[in-house]
């Protein structure tokens, strides 16, 4: 197991910036996600952690020992590739005993490993079946046993379920956090699905453009997102933005907007009024009483809930409402916001106001 630590990691490649200076902490035993969309940096970061990129500057440690400019076989890590690589002339049992066999491991000593890491992974039963006749999520546990039987200090999986559809994805990410929490190694994991990256996260990272957008805990990063991109980055619908103008009252030290009266944090003193008010759906209430008004233009209809779309001064807004809420096309309705809900972004830097 291991604690690993970037500090002020770059990456060009050429002229071109791919990684800007980024540090953050990977505690001992966690699951860790690098999550953000397609060419933000994300496996170009998990592959500087994992030693098959060197970075441009800066620091990698693991377990308190500086690596950064070595390479993969020399970090005692395991990698896990979305294109499981398995060896495909082999049967299961092969496939994992490989990284022993070719360690020197005693072979009474290999069996006895594989035979451990089966039990783990379920799937004693396929021993000696071939891997080319498997199925792909017993493909993909094959590929998992040969990456732990080594007992690594740390996992890199760069979206490992990328390949699988998807509510098998859903059922192999159960099982790899279940598997996680059982042999408890530090493991990295890069994905862009953000309900992935909460779902197995212990901690995300949220890169945009090489950078570090924020890092946390997942609900942290879904309740207070540190900028607009991360705001609607993740969630399902992502949090609603309102573009807003003129409407900060300094002098009374409040922001108002329809109904709401908020206190200004002080950070948003002097931010001249030009803001955006973030509210995820599921906080949007409607209440017939309410000041600040909108028309339902149109209902997605999702099982339990409903998506509701609100035509307001602002801009469309989407509710999450409970299916059974009767919602009439055309109307018009108030709306009510609790203010401990609303996160206010400064609409140049698109960063939160706090
Ligand atoms: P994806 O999910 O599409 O892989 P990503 O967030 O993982 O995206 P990276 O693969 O880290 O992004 O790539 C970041 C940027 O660096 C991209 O613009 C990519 O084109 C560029 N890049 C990555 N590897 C190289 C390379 N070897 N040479 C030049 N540019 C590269």
Known sequence: MAQIIIENVRKDFGSFNAVKSSSFTV?????????GPSGC???TTLRMMAGLELPTSGEIYIDGEEVGQKPASQRDI???FQMFALYPHMNVGKNISYPLLSQGMPKAQVKKKVHEIAEILGITEILNKPVGSLSGGDRQRVALGRAIVRDPKAFFMDEPLGALDAEFREHMSEELRALHDRIGATTVYVTHDQLEAMQMGDKIVVMNHGSIEQFGVPQDIYDWPASKFVAQFLGSPPMNLLEFNGMVDIGAKQVRMGDI???????LEGANGALSFGIRPEHVKLDDSARYRGRVKAVEYLGTTQIVLLDTPNGVLKARLPSSDPVTIGATTGMIFDPRTITLFDSQTGKALR
Request: charged share 25%.
């Open 27 to 35: 505690e001992d035993g966690e699951f860790f996600m690098l999550l």
């Open 261 to 267: 009266t908020m206190d200004i944090p002080p950070s």
């Open 78 to 80: 395991a990698f896990v």
């Open 41 to 43: 940096g994300k496996t």
